[in-house]
């Protein structure tokens, strides 16, 4: 996974997809989000659950513990090491989900640039990337370090063409279990590691080589070449 999401549904869309019932804290606003080139480090839009309520906050995209302070935050985990490593050892528990649009992968084909291409769901649904953070707190508000990773896993099927990491996808159903801060964090592993959804749930699409530059924000980035 190379680092480049899109978002431009609403909150509400999202939280649609969900199907979760109850109460929703939303920071994010209630007008579609119509960010369609997103780059790491900085605030997406991740749903998350404190005190049974869904939250919806804008959380930067990239995290590392204190004692890291060598490298650049990570914007993603490997499925494999995630749950047992030391690097997110202090996030492992804090589960969330990143609702995107679609994302985006580079190809070398041959050309003067990568060939980028966008990847989404076939049945048009958002698609719900596990994740795991350093999460806003509801009663103390943001905070310095907060920030987050999405979990990736090795591609499979045609899909190792575009790429050989994907983010782990969850169905809804998966998905809400996921939050769920009552799930066992040895179920939590089980889950990311084999019950994400399968590369035929997926279809990829050239696009325009201008979302190669994060600068370049419009829906026309999304459009099919």
Request: with cysteine; glycine share 8%.
């Amino acid at each position: 996974m190379c680092g480049r999401i899109s978002q431009y549904s609403g909150i509400q869309e999202y939280v649609s997809t969900l199907s979760m019932t109850g109460t929703l804290v939303n920071s994010v606003g209630e007008a579609p989000l119509e960010r369609y080139n997103v780059a790491p480090t900085t605030q997406v839009a991740l749903l998350h659950l404190q005190d049974e309520t869904l939250h919806a906050d804008l959380v930067r995209w990239g995290w590392r513990p204190h004692w890291a302070k060598d490298r650049a935050a990570p914007i993603n985990a490997r499925v494999e090491k995630v749950a047992h490593g030391p690097f997110f050892r202090a996030i492992w528990p804090h589960r969330a989900i990143t609702p995107v649009d679609n994302w985006f992968e580079w190809v070398d084909e041959g050309g003067p640039k990568k060939q980028p291409y966008l990847i989404r769901r076939r049945d048009g649904a958002p698609v719900l990337c596990a994740a795991i953070g350093q999460l806003p707190d509801a009663d103390e508000g943001q905070g310095e370090h907060d920030g987050f990773v999405i979990i990736t896993a090795d591609s499979a099927g045609g899909m190792v063409d575009i790429h050989d990491r994907r983010p782990v996808v969850l169905t809804p159903e998966l998905a809400r279990e996921w939050l769920d801060p009552a799930t066992p964090k040895e179920r939590a592993e089980q889950m990311v590691l084999h019950q994400g959804e399968p590369a035929e749930a997926f279809e990829w699409f050239k696009v325009n080589t201008a979302v190669g530059n994060v600068r370049n924000k419009g829906p026309e980035l999304i459009q099919l070449t």
